[in-house]
């Protein structure tokens, strides 16, 4: 499976989403305008990963418990984005709830 095309269908999934090049990576918007999801080929480490708008908590939670898979990521890590990297095994039904999770905190604001 091709990280890129699944974590393209996923957030494609999602209503009014777009998608064009943000700083050089696949990078996902609602209604045009509101990033919710980053594609990170690379582009800042040696790591292949996403960068997504999380509920409050979300971050701290999932990196301490989890490490190896979720992370802080520079830029956007400050306003409590997540990191989670797709160079380990994936579980695809969790990515989708996260996706779902990004979607809906930047549409409709944090919870």
């Known amino acids: 499976m091709d990280p890129l095309e699944e974590l393209r269908r996923l957030c494609l999934a999602q209503p009014d989403v777009t998608e064009r090049l943000s700083h050089g990576e696949p990078t996902w918007f609602v209604k045009g305008k509101k990033t919710f999801v980053m594609f990170a080929d690379h582009h800042h480490d040696d790591r ?45 039904a969790e990515v989708g709830e996260l996706v779902a999770d990004a979607y809906r905190t930047v549409r409709y604001g944090a919870p």
């Open 48 to 92: 292949l990963a996403f960068w997504c708008a999380a509920p409050p908590g979300t971050q701290e939670e999932l990196v301490a418990q989890d490490p190896a898979r979720f992370f802080r990521p520079p830029y956007v890590g400050h306003r409590g984005w997540l990191g989670v990297y797709l160079d380990v095994e994936v579980d695809w």
